[in-house]
C-alpha cells in the first residue's frame, strides 16, 4: 500500500485534497497532512511517503524551497505542486526539482485524481524496477556464492589439492597461505541461519554451504570473537543446532582439507554431549584415550558373541550398553568411533563368503565416520546399525544357499577373468551372459549389495594394489593393467579406496 502527505498551509485546502480523491481506491492507505514545510520535512524523516501534495505558497519555507530541501535530503517521493494562477510561472521552475506535475487552483476533482493516477504510475514502474534490480543483485550474488561453494567444496572434500592452480585461486578469494585460520561447522536449518544474527564488525573470510553443512572459514585472530559470539548465539537456538570447530591451520589446501576434517569430527561429539552447543576439537584432541575402556571391552564381547549367535536381542544390549558407557563417563568422539570400527570389523568378519569374497559394499565398506555423520542422536544411530546387522544376517544366510549365489557367482568371475579391459561394464557382461542388462543391474545390487561398477572398481583396485606391491612395473604399466587410461581419475579412484594416492602406495 502507498502513502501520501497533503502541505499547505491552509486547513480547508488540505481538507478539500482529502475530500476530492478517493484515496483508499488508488491504494493509499496512510493520508497525512500538515500546514508548514519543516513540518513536512520531520514527517518525511519519520516516514518515507511515496507521494507529496503541497502548496507552493507557504510562510517561511514555500513550496520551491521545500522541494529542493526533499531532493537535497535524497527522498524520491512524487511530487505534486498546488498553484495559483499568479505563481503559474513560479510552479514551472519547480519541474526542475523532479515535480511530477502542477494543479492549478481552485482544485478541480477530475483533474486531481488524473494527477494521482500519474503519480501512481510512476511509484509502480520505480517499485518494478527496484524489485528487478534486487533480482538481479540477488542472482549475481548467489551466482558468485555458488562459484565459491563449488571452489571450496573441491577443497575441503579434497577433489582439488593435487591442482597447481588451487593456492594461486585461494588467494584470489582473500586466504591468505601465511595467515592462520579456523573452520566452523554448524547444521543449516531453514529458519537457523546465523548470517542473519552475525554483528556488523566480525568479518568471515568465506561462508560455504556444502550438502554435508554449512561452514565458516575466520582468521585466528578473530576465532576468540566469533567463538564466543557463535557459543552464545547457539545456547539460545533449538536443541537441534549445534557447532564444530576445528583448530588453527594455515591457508593452504592441504591445512584446509585437515581443517574440514577436524570440523566435521568434532560436530559429532554432539552425540555424546547434547547438552553442549559449541565443540572445539582443542578441547577433545587431548582426551583421545577411552575412559573405562574394560568395561567397554566386555560389551565388545558380548557383541560379538551375539552376532555369531545372530542373536539380535543380545546385539541390541551390547550396543546400547557402550552407547550408555560413553555417554556416561563423557568420552570423546574418538571412543564412538573406535568402538563403532570393532563393531564393523566383526560384521566384515561375520559377511565373508565361502569363496573368501566380501558379501557387498554396503555391508562393509561402511565407515564409523559416515554412519555417525547420518545419525541425529545415539539411539537413532543404534537403530541405524541393528538395521545393518540384520540385513548383513539375512543376505549371508540366503548367499548360503546355491540359487543365490549362482548368477553373482558367475558375474564376479567374468570380472575376475576381463577387469583389465576398459570396456568391461553392465552391457559388456549382460551381452556375455544373454540377460537383459536392468535385470542384471537389479539382481546383483540385490544379492552382491553394491553396483556391478562398484565391484569392478574394487576389484580393479585390489589388483593394483597387489602390483603396487610387487614393485616390477611402473604406475603407468599398473594403470593400464587394471582398466584405465586416464592417470588422475586412477589415482583418484586408488586414494579413495586406501586414503593414499598410488605415488605413495608404492614408495611406502
Known amino acids: 500500500m502507498r502513502s501520501v502527505l497533503l502541505v499547505d498551509d491552509e486547513y480547508f485546502i488540505r481538507v478539500r485534497v ?40 507557504m510562510p517561511i519555507m514555500d513550496g520551491l524551497s521545500l522541494c529542493r530541501e526533499i531532493r537535497a535530503r535524497g527522498y524520491d517521493s512524487q511530487l505534486v505542486i498546488l498553484t495559483g494562477y499568479d505563481k503559474f510561472e513560479y510552479a514551472k521552475s519547480a519541474l526542475s526539482f523532479g515535480v511530477l506535475d502542477y494543479i492549478l487552483k481552485p482544485i478541480d476533482e477530475e483533474e486531481m485524481e488524473q494527477v494521482v493516477k500519474k503519480a501512481c504510475e510512476r511509484i509502480d514502474r520505480k517499485e518494478s524496477l527496484e524489485h528487478q534490480r534486487a533480482e538481479h543483485l540477488l542472482l549475481k550474488s548467489q551466482a558468485e556464492q555458488m562459484k565459491s561453494d563449488i571452489f571450496f567444496s573441491s577443497i575441503l572434500t579434497d577433489s582439488f589439492l593435487e591442482r597447481p592452480e588451487t593456492a594461486e585461486m585461494l588467494c584470489q578469494y582473500g586466504v591468505d597461505p601465511k595467515e592462520k585460520y579456523r573452520l566452523i561447522c554448524f547444521r543449516e536449518e531453514a529458519s537457523v541461519r546465523p548470517e542473519t544474527a552475525l554483528p556488523p564488525d566480525i568479518c568471515l573470510a568465506a561462508s560455504i554451504s556444502l550438502p554435508q553443512g554449512a561452514f565458516w572459514l575466520i582468521r585466528e585472530e578473530e576465532r576468540q570473537r566469533i ?23 594455515s591457508g593452504t589446501p592441504e591445512q584446509l582439507h585437515l581443517a574440514y576434517q577436524e570440523a566435521r569430527l568434532i560436530f559429532q561429539q554432539r552425540l555424546l554431549d547434547p547438552a553442549r552447543r559449541a565443540f572445539c576439537y582443542d578441547d577433545y584432541v587431548s582426551g583421545r584415550q577411552i575412559i573405562g575402556f574394560e ?44 568402538f ?53 544376517i539375512s543376505q549371508k544366510n540366503y548367499f548360503a544357499s546355491s540359487a543365490g549365489s549362482l548368477l553373482i557367482k558367475k558375474v564376479e568371475q567374468i570380472v575376475k577373468d ?71 581419475y586412477f589415482s583418484k579412484r586408488f586414494k579413495k579406496f586406501y586414503g593414499v594416492p598410488p605415488s605413495a602406495y608404492k614408495a611406502n
Open 295 to 338: 568395561k567397554l571391552r566386555n560389551f565388545k564381547a558380548s557383541f560379538n558373541e551375539g552376532l555369531r549367535a545372530q542373536n539380535l536381542e543380545q546385539i541390541d544390549a551390547a550396543v546400547s550398553g557402550a552407547f550408555g558407557h560413553l555417554v556416561a563417563e563423557r568420552n570423546s568422539i574418538f571412543g564412538l568411533h573406535l
Open 418 to 488: 576381463n577387469y583389465m579391459d576398459a570396456n568391461l561394464g553392465l552391457s559388456a557382461i549382460s551381452r556375455a551372459l544373454s540377460l537383459n542388462a536392468s535385470y542384471l543391474s537389479d539382481a546383483f545390487r540385490r544379492f552382491h549389495g553394491q553396483t556391478l561398477s562398484q565391484y569392478i572398481t574394487q576389484v580393479r583396485m585390489a589388483k593394483a594394489r597387489d602390483l603396487l606391491l610387487s614393485g616390477e612395473l611402473s604406475l603407468v604399466e599398473v594403470m593400464e593393467q587394471v582398466g584405465y587410461s586416464d592417470p588422475y
Open 340 to 392: 563403532l570400527e570393532n563393531m564393523l570389523f566383526e560384521i566384515q568378519r561375520l559377511t565373508l563368503h565361502a569363496n573368501n569374497e566380501w558379501l557387498g559394499d554396503a555391508l562393509f565398506r561402511m565407515q564409523a565416520f559416515e554412519l555417525i555423520n547420518s545419525s541425529d542422536t545415539l539411539e537413532s544411530l543404534k537403530n541405524q546399525l541393528l538395521e545393518t546387522i540384520a540385513h548383513c
Open 227 to 249: 567463538t564466543a559470539w557463535l557459543k552464545e548465539w547457539a545456547e539460545q537456538l533449538p536443541s537441534e543446532c549445534f557447532l564444530g570447530i576445528s583448530t588453527p591451520h
Open 18 to 57: 482529502r475530500k476530492c480523491v478517493d484515496w483508499q481506491a488508488l491504494g493509499f492507505d496512510m493520508v497525512a497532512d500538515c500546514e508548514s514545510g519543516r513540518e513536512a520535512l520531520e514527517l518525511l524523516e519519520a516516514h518515507p511517503f511515496d507521494l507529496v501534495v503541497l502548496d507552493i505558497s
